[in-house]
């Protein structure tokens, strides 16, 4: 089992960034796949990018160019670096641990806020 806990969300400006860290827990971290999703209010939950054991990425149209995951298998945690945000990326972000192939993700953190103003 992993445990998931996100840090970095917060307020910023639109065109700014902000670097969200997902840190799991269990010595099978490395064995998964990891995920960042985010929820709009009155929005159905998205992926927005995820990236398996061996580094394959897959990025969700409208953050390809501006956002970037990546891991540190070391650290037992998973980054999410965005840049040039805009007011749409406002929503709660949430990582998760789940299967490449399948896409489908077990293990989910609390989800942290992320406001991007006009």
């Known amino acids: 089992q992993v445990q998931l806990v996100e840090s970095g969300g917060g307020l910023v400006q639109a065109g700014g960034s902000l670097r969200l860290s997902c840190a799991g827990s269990?010595?099978?971290?490395?064995?998964?796949?990891m995920g960042w999703f985010r929820q709009a209010p009155g929005k159905e939950r998205e992926l927005v990018a995820t990236?398996?054991?061996?580094?394959?990425?897959k990025y969700a149209d409208s953050v390809k160019g501006r956002f970037t995951i990546s891991r540190e298998n070391a650290k037992n945690t998973v980054y999410l670096q965005m840049n040039s945000l805009k007011p749409e990326d406002t929503a709660v972000y949430y990582c998760a641990a789940g299967n490449w192939g399948s896409q489908e993700y077990d293990y989910w953190g609390q989800g942290t806020q992320v406001t991007v103003s006009s």
């Open positions: 990236i398996g054991r061996l580094l394959s990425t």
């Open positions: 269990g010595r099978t971290f490395s064995t998964y796949a």
